[in-house]
């Protein structure tokens, strides 16, 4: 797509200083941009290739405006700014509707006549597809499955009985929703499965990662809020609730029934055990380890940053020595105390 600079800031609703007719036709990074991209500058220390770098147009902050030789947006968010170009510029491709000859489809699925259903597509009974759908190859969809309009399962996507996706979600190749929850009982040495009668819920505008899995409730429903995003590998346990626009990075795994609120970020490996309530407005940094609820908003870690191994391995061994450690300093501090006392006993 081609755009002149004063549509695209009138769009963006930045302030342009250059000449408005430059047409750009696509986005590039700084080093290898050319008249015809667009780039930006986000963080200060990028500021030296400013005016190294052959883009027609940057999005910069007012401070970098001051130095730039090309044509600018000036933006109060140039992150956001640039996202936002970036999708003018290549938005998402047209949604063609149709079936393939090579789906499968039950006689009593609800396709909407706007929707595309790919090639090898499965489609199961009372499964109900909303206008502008669009279905990838290989995609299987089990009884009583919904999808929202303008949603799009690019490839393989999975969704099992139970599952309900809701407008304008996005799904990339492998995501399971509404598996079966991980729920057995003890019998001697025999395990038994509960039957997991819930639903796998996810709201509108919600984007799941490649080979991503949502499993369905137990008893009451697994809840994907409005604007969440999920990373590609992770695990969503039964019964988990996501509360509205909070983002997970890959390969975190949340354990069964735990509720995290809205506007979370949670870092690539983080591990969050079950039953926990986390509130809104809470960030984990990556490889975090969550054992118990946190209410309060802020910043939370507990990975510890990779080290030389000569380093790590002496560490190693007084982890071990910790706990005889506490109770020597233990020990010494009841001992002082009680010196105190004998010491005040004898000067009064």
């Not at 001697?188 to 996810?202: C, M, N, S």
């Not at 990373?231 to 354990?255: L, P, S």
């Amino acid at each position: 797509m081609e755009i002149c600079l004063r549509e695209l800031a009138a769009q963006l609703n930045v302030t342009l200083r250059g000449d408005p007719e430059i047409k750009i036709s696509r986005v590039a990074q700084l080093n290898n941009a050319d008249a015809h991209s667009l780039a930006f500058i986000g963080d200060a220390k990028h500021r030296n290739t400013l005016n190294k770098t052959q883009a027609g147009v940057v999005i910069v902050s007012e401070a970098d405006a001051a130095i730039a030789k090309m044509p600018v947006l000036i933006s109060k968010n140039p992150y956001l700014s640039f996202a936002q170009a970036a999708r003018l510029l290549h938005p998402d491709p047209p949604i063609n509707s149709g079936i393939h000859p090579t789906a499968v489809i039950d006689s009593c699925a609800q396709i909407d006549p706007t929707a595309w259903i790919g090639p090898l597509v499965v489609i199961e009974a009372d499964v109900v597809i909303g206008a502008r759908v669009f279905i990838g190859p290989g995609c299987i969809l089990s009884a009583g499955v919904e999808i929202g309009e303008d949603s799009r399962l690019i490839a393989r996507v999975t969704l099992c009985s139970g599952a309900r996706i809701g407008k304008r979600a996005l799904l990339h190749p492998g995501a399971v929703i509404g598996r079966e929850g991980f729920g057995f009982a003890r019998n001697g040495e025999q395990w038994i499965r509960i039957p997991q009668l819930g639903l796998a819920v996810l709201g509108d505008d919600v984007e799941i990662g490649a080979n991503t899995t949502v499993d369905r409730g137990t008893l009451s429903d697994t809840r994907i809020g409005n604007g969440v995003k999920l990373d590609n590998h992770i695990q969503i346990a039964h019964n988990v609730e996501i509360g509205d626009n909070t983002a997970i990075a890959g390969n975190t795994g949340i354990a069964g029934s735990t509720h995290i609120g809205r506007n979370c970020t949670i870092g690539g490996a983080t591990g969050i055990a079950g039953h926990l309530e986390i509130g809104d407005q809470v960030h984990f940094t990556g490889m975090s380890m969550v054992t118990s609820s946190i209410h309060q908003p802020g910043l939370y870690s507990s990975g510890i940053p990779a080290m030389p191994n000569t380093q790590w391995r002496r560490n190693a061994m007084r982890f071990k020595q910790l706990d005889g450690l506490i109770r020597r300093v233990k020990f010494l501090e009841a001992w002082i105390e009680t010196m105190k006392k004998m010491t005040t006993q004898e000067n009064s």
